[in-house]
């Protein structure tokens, strides 16, 4: 059997609990998997790539099968120059799939070798967002629930310089 190399592409602005989850899950699937950090250059981020790059290698430290990478511009390019043969995505709730639904047709027109997976997390971390998060703890609340200790000191310390 071919080893399948997958790549779980996101902004991860906080990495949460739910993120951690997919992960897990798909290293239950591939043999190998990059966590592709973009670089958010369509999104204002909270955190800079480092700082991204950083809580997400920590996050998943202890799979030795997972590596962490950066990436700018098309995914296909980032997926071919590594040959990787699937992209994972995660799956909340019905109103991601409408989306990750256009974007995995998207995908397979630019892409045809590669499949999109789509994994659901834990019934726990169905709801949680990094959007959540940040809205959650810029207004002094608590999210020990939806991100590890490691991200939750992260921003309480961005918050306190902004």
């Not at 700082?51 to 296909?76: D, N, W």
């Amino acid at each position: 059997m071919a080893h399948v190399l997958a790549v779980y592409p996101g902004t991860f602005d906080p990495i949460t609990l739910g993120h951690e989850d997919v992960v897990l899950r798909a290293t239950q699937l591939f043999d190998e998997l990059i966590v592709a950090v973009a670089a958010g250059h369509h999104k204002k981020t909270l955190f800079s790539l480092d700082e991204r790059i950083a809580m997400v290698r920590r996050a998943v430290q202890h799979y030795p099968q997972v590596r962490v990478e950066s990436f700018s511009g098309l995914m296909r390019d980032f997926m071919v120059a590594r040959g990787a043969k699937a992209m994972v995505r995660g799956l909340r709730a019905v109103t991601d799939f409408d989306y990750e639904f256009q974007l995995a047709g998207m995908n397979r027109h630019l892409m045809p070798e590669v499949e999109t997976v789509f994994l659901t997390p834990s019934d726990k971390f169905q709801f949680i967002s990094s959007t959540f998060v940040r809205e959650i703890a810029s207004l002094g609340g608590e999210v020990d629930k939806f991100v590890s200790a490691d991200v939750q000191s992260c921003l309480q310390a961005r918050l306190r310089r902004s």
